[in-house]
């Protein structure tokens, strides 16, 4: 049984930038969401550059990197453009994702046990330059173990499937879901991995996660972005912090 850590609270401000590329120009800014978030007690910051650049730019990273005094994890395929942003920037952590240039959303986890080589290749230089690498995949055994082989750091599980049944009402799948992501953190962390979790994570379905022990960083965007418009982002993430704080305890 893993030793109950404080759980680390990352707002993904992607969908801010989704926001403002709706209409061009500069606001809202997501670097200034980054700031406030950082202020609001966030224990760090996910943006995710993908290769369409279709929320977040290459200047909001640069952005970032200036403002932030909290880590930044970074999100981002594995291609030698996103490896050479990395390698310039050096933040704290790089999160490897998959990526369809087609998907609303990231629809999966990194088909890591079949890369297996490339991956290894692709993340030595990012592990000398000193960040945490990180790997976003589906709470499956195959490719946890290979997460480990090639010298990740850390895992984040894929918690969309879980929070898309719940949202369906599919409440048989979404327990099956939770029960796979609770058997996989145990996993992960006996090989000792940094175990994450995130996307698609809401008040509703926030706290079985957080319960998880070996489950050390939650990263949270979409929902609490969409919140702050009613009730403004600190407050979002009040009541979030309130409800990981709650199953923790
Ligand atoms: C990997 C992940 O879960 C986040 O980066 C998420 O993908 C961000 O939102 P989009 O999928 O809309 O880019
Ligand atoms: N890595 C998951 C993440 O950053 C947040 O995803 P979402 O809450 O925006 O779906």
Request: proline share 4%; hydrophobic share 45%.
């Amino acid at each position: 049984m893993a030793q109950v850590e404080k759980l680390r609270l990352g707002i993904n401000i992607d969908h801010v930038a989704t926001v403002r590329n709706a209409r061009g120009g500069d606001t809202p800014d997501p670097v200034r969401a980054a700031v406030l978030a950082q202020q609001a007690g966030a224990d760090g910051i996910t943006a995710h550059l993908r290769e369409d650049r279709r929320h977040i730019g290459d200047a909001d990273i640069d952005g970032l990197m200036e403002a932030l005094s909290i880590p930044l994890n970074f999100e981002m395929a594995a291609t030698k453009e996103m490896q050479d942003i990395a390698l310039r920037h050096k933040p704290h952590a790089v999160c490897i994702v998959p990526e369809k240039r087609e998907e609303r959303t990231t629809e999966g986890g990194l088909e890591v046990a079949r890369e297996e080589n490339a991956l290894a290749h692709f993340i030595a230089p990012l592990r000398d330059a000193g960040c945490r690498v990180s790997i976003f995949i589906a709470a499956e055994p195959r490719q946890i173990e290979a997460a480990h082989r090639i010298g990740a750091a850390v895992i984040e599980l894929h918690t969309g499937a879980y929070c898309d049944a719940h949202a369906e009402g599919r409440f048989d799948v979404r327990d099956v879901e939770l029960g796979r992501l609770r058997e996989m953190s145990q996993f992960a962390h006996s090989l000792g991995l940094e175990v994450h979790a995130g996307h698609g994570l809401t008040y509703e379905t926030v706290k079985p996660i957080a319960a998880f022990p070996e489950v050390v960083e939650l990263n949270i965007g979409h929902f609490l972005i969409g919140e702050s418009i009613f009730r403004g982002l600190t407050p979002a993430m009040a009541e979030m912090r309130r409800l990981m704080d709650e199953a923790r305890a």
